[in-house]
């Protein structure tokens, strides 16, 4: 079992940067596919960034390349998602999530995630 808390989100202005931290306990992640997803109210949780195990390959949704980075720390058990030049439509809550086994590509569907953690809010004004 694995449990998942994220931190630092908060209100920002359009043009702002954000870092969100995900801190995985109960048993180590390092063997772990680890992501982040977004939800806006009205609008189904989806797929932002997925990063494997090693750390050596990476994945971003289209609108968020060039200004989303996720990175990892297996000595820490933490994952991070740098959020630079944040827009208005980056406003959603925020989930870390983890998959054991599995392609990083098969993690791009919300359906397929074994361990999620509870959010962390992302709001970014006009």
């Known amino acids: 079992q694995v449990q998942l808390l994220e931190s630092g989100g908060g209100l920002v202005q359009a043009g702002a940067s954000l870092r969100l931290s995900c801190v995985a306990s109960?048993?180590?992640?390092?063997?772990?596919?680890m992501g982040w997803f977004r939800q806006a109210p009205g609008r189904e949780r989806e797929v932002v960034a997925t990063?494997?195990?090693?750390?050596?390959?990476?994945i971003y949704t289209d609108s968020v390349k060039g200004r989303f980075t996720i990175s990892r720390d297996n000595a820490k058990n933490t994952v991070f998602l740098q959020l630079n030049s944040l827009k208005p439509e980056d406003t959603a809550v925020y989930y870390c999530?983890?998959?054991?086994?599995?392609?990083?590509?098969?993690?791009?569907?919300?359906?397929?995630?074994?361990?999620w953690g509870k959010g962390t809010l992302v709001t970014v004004s006009s």
């Open positions: 999530a983890a998959n054991y086994g599995g392609s990083l590509v098969s993690m791009s569907s919300a359906g397929r995630i074994d361990y």
């Open positions: 109960g048993r180590t992640m390092i063997t772990y596919n």
């Open positions: 990063i494997g195990w090693s750390g050596a390959n990476t």
